[in-house]
């Protein structure tokens, strides 16, 4: 149980063009879904916490109108990277909680390439 | 606020020997700590937890860690290593519910390299 899955899996972009990525709880209600960043060779860092429902709390130096996110319901959330630039090249990272729960399951990841 | 600290970005150890992974975490308050391995191009996978309790914490795949309130560490150990232990390692902090932000702070990473 406790599966989180996102897609695609890969992406590669040209610059300017935006894309969407979706982070889904296959077998339980996520009422928290988290995004994170992670930078090769680096820690992740966390982007936003999002609440379905309500708009996603950004982190300090996160945009929120170039990483726009979506909580609609208690199974997706999704990420779109607006107006991609090559510096956003990374690795996504997405995590779900159930509501009151103490441990994020995590998602494996989608790699960004924006040419 | 909470942060992590993992000593050691890259560990070698020989095929069988003991596996040692620090992490070391600030904290107004004992937190709930874990650590999750990662392989490469893919998510993060939970090896353990501590939240309350017994403070040596058994995981999967033969990891254990103890938390030392006194040290403020949650160290990583295995026995034996395997080939297949190689990995990317990553300890996380998280305030217990009801004292305060509830999101994971994780420390840099410790990539571990078995030796045959």
């Known amino acids: 149980g406790a599966v989180v899955s996102q897609h695609p899996s890969r992406v590669i972009c040209k610059s300017g063009t935006s894309v969407k990525i979706e982070c889904r709880s296959l077998?339980?209600?996520?009422?928290?879904m988290f995004w994170y960043r992670q930078f090769p060779k680096k820690s992740l860092m966390l982007m936003a916490t999002?609440?379905?429902?309500?708009?996603?709390?950004?982190e300090q130096g996160v945009e929120k109108d170039k990483f726009l996110i979506n909580h609609a319901s208690l199974t997706l959330s999704t990420l779109t990277v607006t107006s991609a630039h090559p510096e956003d090249s990374s690795f996504y990272i997405c995590?779900?909680?159930?509501?009151?729960?103490?441990?994020?399951?995590f998602g494996p990841g989608t790699r960004l390439t924006v040419l | 606020a909470q942060s992590v600290t993992q000593l050691g970005s890259h560990v070698s150890v020989s095929e069988g020997a003991l596996v040692l992974l620090r992490c070391n975490y600030s904290?107004?308050?004992?937190?709930?700590l874990f650590w999750y391995v990662q392989y490469p191009n893919q998510g993060l996978q939970l090896l353990l937890k501590y939240t309350t309790g017994a403070t040596l914490v058994k995981g999967i795949n033969g990891f254990e860690a103890e938390f030392k309130k006194s040290e403020t560490s949650f160290h990583l150990t295995k026995p034996s290593a395997h080939m297949s232990d190689a990995a990317e390692y990553f300890c996380a902090v998280r305030n217990a519910p009801t004292t305060g932000a509830n999101n994971l702070f994780f420390g840099t990473g410790t990539r571990l390299t078995v030796i045959p």
């Open positions: 995590s779900a909680r159930l509501a009151g729960g103490n441990e994020q399951f």
């Open positions: 077998d339980f209600q996520a009422t928290t």
């Open positions: 904290s107004s308050v004992p937190p709930y």
């Open positions: 999002s609440n379905e429902g309500s708009k996603a709390t950004y």
